[in-house]
């Protein structure tokens, strides 16, 4: 998996995001005006996409949109 497919899966599931303006760097609960829909939506995601279950305090932990692939990534290598 790819930081850049990541993304993009990110930019379709949000509908409120442009596409190409998301960045590994990017904050992602401003970037995605983060609230428990969005939380949802995005454990959905993981779960759909990636076969990841990603737990509340996984997304405590992260700041970034690279924290949370790096999570997702870790968690897919077992």
């Not at 990017?26 to 279950?53: K, P, Q, T």
Request: hydrophobic share 45%; proline share 0%.
């Amino acid at each position: 998996m790819k930081i850049e497919d990541f993304i993009a899966a990110l930019e379709e599931e949000f509908d409120d995001i442009e596409q190409g303006t998301l960045k590994a760097g990017s904050d992602f609960r401003e970037s995605l005006e983060w609230n428990s829909i969005n939380a949802l939506l995005f454990i959905a995601l993981c779960d759909a996409e990636y076969d990841v279950m990603m737990s509340a305090d996984d997304i405590d932990k992260a700041v970034t949109i690279q924290d949370l692939f790096d999570t997702i990534e870790t968690k897919m290598k077992g």
